[in-house]
């Protein structure tokens, strides 16, 4: 059964780097059908997309994040991860990763989330 | 890129069917057949409910059905049950690779 899990700090300084990773099991990273990808969710409020990756190394941003998200891929330990930069009280949310069926775009199964708050 | 709207919220009484629209553009949910659907209940993950506008994953109860007209896609869930209350999210699929969700709708069964 496909399972993904999501790891990194639980808490980040204003400016500095957001990391996270999110293991796969149960199935190939490098699965032609699929991207990997990343939501986040701020508290109380709704999903927003912020981008995926394909297991060639193809990047696909949100464009209102484009400029400070990075997300790469190891195939050979079956992981990917999420880099976001210059953060802010903003970013302050649960950021969950998924896998994403190429061409339609619908995501699953999803991890279970990580909280991540931006605080001094 | 600008999310889809949803209602805030809806509600119906066991048994009865309630419907959630999603409103995009002609750029997204009026150009493309790729509009999902996720149920989301309180702490937990998203689940996906419906895919490709109308298609169920295996295990999705058929209480659950999608559909679309033009640039509005819609959720319907026929004889409310007490768990499906929670909040349920539309996306769509916005052009070059990007994807967008809706607002979220909260739905509550009296």
């Known amino acids: 059964q496909l399972q993904l899990q999501e790891s990194g700090p639980g808490l980040v300084q204003p400016s500095e780097t957001l990391s996270l990773s999110c293991a796969v099991s149960?199935?190939?990273?490098?699965?032609?059908?699929?991207?990997w990808g990343w939501i986040r969710q701020p508290p109380g409020k709704g999903l927003e997309w912020i981008g995926h990756?394909?297991?060639?190394?193809?990047?696909y941003y949100n464009p209102s994040l484009e400029s400070r998200v990075t997300i790469s891929v190891d195939t050979s330990n079956n992981q990917f991860s999420l880099r976001l930069s210059s953060v802010t009280a903003a970013d302050t949310a649960v950021y969950y990763c998924?896998?994403?069926?190429?061409?339609?775009?619908?995501?699953?199964?999803w991890g279970q989330g990580t909280l991540v708050t931006v605080s001094s | 890129q600008s999310a889809l709207t949803q209602p805030r919220s809806v509600s119906g009484s066991p048994g009865q069917s309630v419907t959630i629209s999603c409103t995009g553009t002609?750029?997204?949910?009026?150009?493309?057949?790729?509009v999902s659907w996720y149920q989301q209940h309180p702490g937990k993950a998203p689940k996906l409910m419906i895919y490709?506008?109308?298609k169920r994953p295996s295990g999705v109860p058929d209480r659950f059905s999608g559909s679309k007209s033009d640039n509005t896609a819609s959720l319907t869930i026929s004889g409310l049950q007490a768990e499906d209350e929670a909040d349920y999210y539309c996306?769509?699929?916005?052009?070059?690779?990007?994807?967008?969700f809706g607002g979220g709708t909260k739905m509550t069964v009296l």
């Open positions: 998924a896998r994403i069926r190429t061409t339609s775009n619908w995501f699953d199964p």
């Open positions: 149960g199935d190939s990273i490098s699965s032609s059908r699929f991207y």
């Open positions: 990756i394909y297991y060639s190394g193809s990047t």
């Open positions: 002609s750029s997204d949910v009026g150009r493309y057949n790729y």
């Open positions: 490709d506008v109308t």
């Open positions: 996306c769509s699929h916005a052009g070059m690779y990007t994807l967008v």
